[in-house]
């Protein structure tokens, strides 16, 4: 398996506000993906973190709202940007590939977001 | 379109009693499946895969799933249920065209004393 770091673990934060979101793995992935949970739902992924190249974005989510970086294998930020009381949910990232089983998902412990 | 089906939003069992949790899916390939649990405040964990090979897989803390082609599913079982099972449970596919799941709206596992 993997270990994966997020920060910060929670926030609340301000309407009109921006929060960066890091994901840190301890070992080199193939892929990262992020992932918003509303309280209750399943899982709705936001967006592919690729490593040196603008992220791919799943329908209903774009960069201006959620930039995306991935500076290299072991690595990514999200950024929700510009925040309403909508935003509020579980943020989560996950890593596949690499040394990890193949199509294993791994995911970090995810960022509880309020917005008020 | 590939898709995954869990009956049952919540499903109530007792201490001890056996745990059945059901998934089918749709997927014009030969799909990865996958059992995931979250705990309250958690993120997601790894219990379970298929991915090729004997389709009755064993997973953590004494689950275990059933890979049926011909039923397209992929129900979670254990035998007798752990208060500490109490959680959210999520099935997931993987079509095998790229590394993204496709995943089950969830069933949240209710144990009785």
């Known amino acids: 398996s993997a270990v994966i770091s997020q920060k910060p673990s929670r926030d609340i934060c301000q309407r009109g506000t921006s929060l960066t979101i890091q994901c840190q793995v301890d070992?080199?992935?193939?892929?990262m993906f992020w992932y918003r949970q509303q309280p209750g739902q399943s899982l709705t992924l936001i967006a592919t973190a690729n490593q040196g190249s603008e992220a791919t974005y799943e329908s209903g989510f774009v960069i201006d709202k959620f930039p995306i970086s991935r500076p290299n294998l072991t690595f990514s930020t999200l950024t929700v940007s510009n925040m309403s009381p909508e935003d509020s949910s579980i943020y989560l990232c996950?890593?596949?590939?690499?040394?990890?089983?193949?199509?294993?998902?791994?995911f970090g412990p995810g960022t509880r977001l309020t917005v008020t | 379109a590939q898709s995954v089906t869990q009956l049952g939003s919540h499903v109530s069992v007792s201490e001890g009693a056996l745990v059945l949790l059901r998934c089918n899916y749709s997927s014009s390939v030969p799909p990865y499946l996958f059992w995931y649990v979250q705990y309250p405040n958690q993120g997601l964990q790894l219990l379970l895969k298929?991915?090729?090979?004997a389709t009755l897989v064993k997973g953590i803390n004494g689950f275990e799933a059933e890979f049926k082609k011909s039923e397209t599913s992929f129900h979670l079982t254990k035998p007798s249920a752990h208060m500490s099972d109490a959680a959210e449970y999520f099935c997931?596919?993987?079509?095998?065209?790229?590394?993204?799941?496709?995943w089950g709206a969830g069933t949240k596992l209710i144990i009785k004393p």
């Open positions: 298929y991915t090729t090979g």
């Open positions: 070992s080199q992935v193939t892929m």
């Open positions: 996950s890593v596949v590939g690499g040394n990890l089983g193949p199509r294993e998902q791994y």
């Open positions: 997931a596919v993987s079509p095998g065209s790229n590394y993204q799941l496709i």
